[in-house]
């Protein structure tokens, strides 16, 4: 045993340890229970939970889902893409940013990402932009926002900016904005791997009263509750329930102390770490949610992500190469699979997705993301810190 560090144990978002589950949430589903309504129509914990997500925003409207899929399924239908229509987004994102785009026959555009960050490129965006589209998807990758110029962009071509929040739960853009709050639709999720978790779970946030109308119809079948029996527009039921929402309110009370946690222990480990020739760490530390630590290693490194993120996980870091088994252009789902019986419609026959090599570089070479997680101690910042000055040592020889 050369290390003692090495035995250290890491909490993650998989066990209690590295959760903000406690006594609230055993009473909130204890409320939930004893009350005998579990259905979010005639209960009272999603609607408070929906007022409590959109004051904690400053937005007029927020609208629960039963996922984050789910919750960016409501926001891609409230667009109103025709079918065939485009909806531009980033390759680099959970599959749930670009499901709900094909269930609206609608047609996934991929733009490249700024090859640091992983964010989409402005100019990227900018030059996918055809007749066709009727949406950017902006995903705020790892917890940093995507570029605010993104808003303009969308502004400029006349279609909505929805934000992918998953992964960027009180994450902020350089002015102060709150992700969610800088496009037409915010979309959060409160899956088990996420800040904040009720199992699964969604949240839609928007300042729009009539893009607030559209995704509560979706969500509830077409069912406008307050006004009669009739189904107005063709919807599914994506509700949440009261006990995924009496969790959910629960956890969001305890969501800004999760931010200031991550923070505390990222501005430890980047002040501790200083500049490393050859890698790059996100910085803005108080605007990023942190919901990993992305590590990016120059494309010239001897050493790539796959033998850098080993290295780590063999001193017994919680490090991963890529994020991604690859770039989403390239999964088959996208590149020849049928996505209805045997039609590839809404994608062409011979549909292929664009090329972003800036986004295979990230996921084939240079990206390393370290789990993050609210419960890291100084000890645990002393041991990933030391990890990756060694690793950097041996791969630079500095
Ligand atoms: C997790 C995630 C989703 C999907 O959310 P689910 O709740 O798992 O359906 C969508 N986009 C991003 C960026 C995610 O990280």
Redesign the pocket.
């Known amino acids: 045993m050369t290390d003692a560090l090495e035995h250290l144990r890491f909490p993650s978002v998989a066990e209690a340890a590295g959760r903000t589950i406690g006594a609230e949430e055993v009473e909130a589903v204890t409320r939930v229970l004893r009350s005998g309504m579990l259905n979010s129509v005639w209960g009272t914990e999603t609607r408070a939970l929906e007022r409590e997500m959109a004051a904690l925003h400053g937005v007029g409207h927020a609208v629960a889902a039963s996922?984050?899929?789910?919750?960016?399924h409501l926001a891609v239908a409230a667009a109103g893409p025709d079918p065939g229509d485009e909806i531009i987004t980033s390759p680099i994102?959970?599959?749930?940013?670009v499901g709900p785009i094909l269930a609206q026959n609608a047609v996934p555009v991929f733009a490249d990402v700024d090859p640091v960050t992983g964010n989409l490129d402005p100019a990227a965006v900018e030059s996918a932009i055809g007749p066709r589209t009727k949406a950017i998807v902006a995903?705020?990758?790892f917890g940093a926002t995507a570029p605010a110029e993104l808003r303009q962009i969308a502004d400029r071509h006349g279609v909505p900016l929805i934000e992918?929040?998953?992964?960027a739960w009180l994450a902020r853009y350089p002015d102060g904005r709150l992700a969610g709050t800088a496009g037409a639709i915010g979309?959060f999720?409160?899956?088990q791997?996420?800040h904040i978790t009720c199992g699964?779970?969604?949240l839609t946030i928007t300042d729009d009263a009539d893009l607030a109308r559209r995704m509560r119809l979706f969500a509830d079948k077409g069912w406008p509750r307050d006004k009669g029996r009739r189904h107005q527009t063709f919807g599914l039921n994506y509700r949440m329930t009261e006990l995924q929402a009496a969790v959910a309110r629960a956890q969001l009370a305890k969501l800004p102390g999760v931010l200031a946690r991550r923070r505390a222990t990222a501005h430890r480990l980047l002040a501790e770490l200083g500049p490393l020739p050859g890698l790059h760490l996100a910085a803005d530390v108080d605007r990023h949610a942190w919901?990993l630590m992305p590590i990016v290693l120059d494309a010239g490194l001897p050493v790539g992500n796959q033998e850098f993120a080993s290295a780590l996980a063999a001193r017994g870091i919680p490090a991963r190469p890529g994020y991604l088994e690859e770039a989403l252009n390239h999964a088959p789902a996208l590149t020849g699979a049928p996505v209805y019986g045997s039609s590839r419609f809404p994608l062409d026959a011979g549909h292929a997705p664009a090329a972003c090599p800036r986004a295979d570089q990230l996921v084939g070479r240079t990206l390393v993301v370290l789990d993050w997680n609210e419960a890291y101690t100084e000890e645990h910042v002393t041991a990933v810190v030391a990890a990756i000055r060694a690793v950097h040592r041996e791969v630079t020889g500095r």
């Open positions: 996922s984050g899929t789910a919750a960016i994102t959970d599959f749930g940013t995903v705020h990758l992918d929040c998953a992964q979309c999720s409160l899956q791997w996420k699964d779970g969604g919901w």
